[in-house]
């Protein structure tokens, strides 16, 4: 009998680093977060989008769903080189994605409170895991819904310089999956989007950057993504939200076949209204995971 319970004891002993170290879901983007060197100027670009503010501390919160927000904040002193300050993911248990990322030696930069943490990626990006359901959207923002531009943030994409160390975080460590690659050429990746393991979002790799890009060139590549189903209805939400000039109705069909507006805050950071769906055949190579839709399951 003894024997069999330091048997059962020591299966337990092996069974439980296996369990500690399980992965939670991460099921999408949760917002993105930009500096602002004038934050009067950057609410009033933002509410041209249709996306009602809530202010939290000294940040401004612009609710694209109840579960995805874009958020603004003061730019620092001195201030960072780029403008895109934070990308959150939302996970079903920001508990255990703690164990888990000390586990496998990733350290918590800011601690687990009111459902968020902060961790670090290899190339200094801030990622902030949020819990889902913390975060609801407030009166003002559901009874603005009818303004908003777009009600899903799809993607985010920042310059990443070293693909294989950033692979090594996002993909062997989170379970980043493939969705798509291409670039300028057919022959040249410019572009590397990897898809949360537990839903469509996905972060985009932005390869190839100058050694110092113009503000103007990095906010193109360190930006965030509305999806809608039909660029049209963008473009009718921005004229009712008296968005005017060019930027608010030039569309192009992008690399990837999916038509695209791009829009620039204050602060040159790109906002790119993207279809769920491809309109043409992308480049480079095919899509390897499902389309984003305007509902999902965070």
């Not at 319970?5 to 500690?20: H, M, N, T, Y």
């Not at 939302?90 to 918590?108: E, Q």
């Not at 009111?114 to 949020?130: L, Q, R, S, T, W």
């Not at 469509?200 to 503000?215: A, G, I, Q, V």
Request: a negative charge; one cysteine or more; charged letters at 25%.
């Amino acid at each position: 009998m003894k024997a069999t319970l330091r048997f059962v004891a020591a299966l337990c002993l092996i069974c439980v680093p296996a369990v500690a170290q399980q992965r939670p879901a991460i099921t999408g983007i949760a917002f993105a977060r930009m500096y602002a060197q004038d934050m009067s100027a950057s609410d009033a670009f933002y509410q041209t989008l249709g996306l009602e503010p809530e202010t939290v501390g000294t940040a401004k919160r612009y609710a694209v769903s109840d579960a995805q927000w874009a958020e603004v904040v003061p730019l620092p002193s001195p201030a960072p080189e780029g403008r895109l300050a934070a990308v959150g993911l939302t996970t079903r248990d920001a508990a255990g994605m703690v164990r888990y990322l000390k586990a496998k030696g990733v350290a918590i930069d800011e601690p687990l409170r009111n459902g968020e943490f902060a961790v670090h990626d290899p190339e200094g990006h801030k990622i902030i895991f949020v819990q889902t359901g913390t975060h609801k959207m407030s009166v003002a923002q559901k009874a603005a819904w009818d303004r908003a531009s777009s009600h899903r943030i799809i993607h985010a994409g920042f310059i990443v310089h070293d693909r294989a160390v950033e692979d090594r975080f996002y993909r062997e460590i989170l379970g980043f999956t493939p969705y798509w690659f291409g670039g300028r050429t057919d022959d040249k990746p410019d572009w590397v989007s990897l898809q949360v393991p537990d839903g469509r979002d996905w972060l985009e790799y932005m390869l190839n950057s100058p050694p110092d890009p113009t503000p103007k060139a990095r906010g193109v590549m360190d930006h965030f993504s509305l999806g809608i189903a039909h660029m049209d209805d963008a473009i009718a939400a921005l004229a009712r939200n008296h968005c005017v000039g060019p930027n608010c109705t030039k569309t192009q069909l992008g690399r990837d076949g999916k038509m695209q507006l791009n829009m620039y805050d204050p602060d040159l950071t790109r906002i790119e209204y993207m279809e769920f769906e491809p309109a043409g055949k992308p480049c480079c190579s095919q899509f390897t995971g499902k389309s984003p839709s305007e509902i999902e399951d965070k």
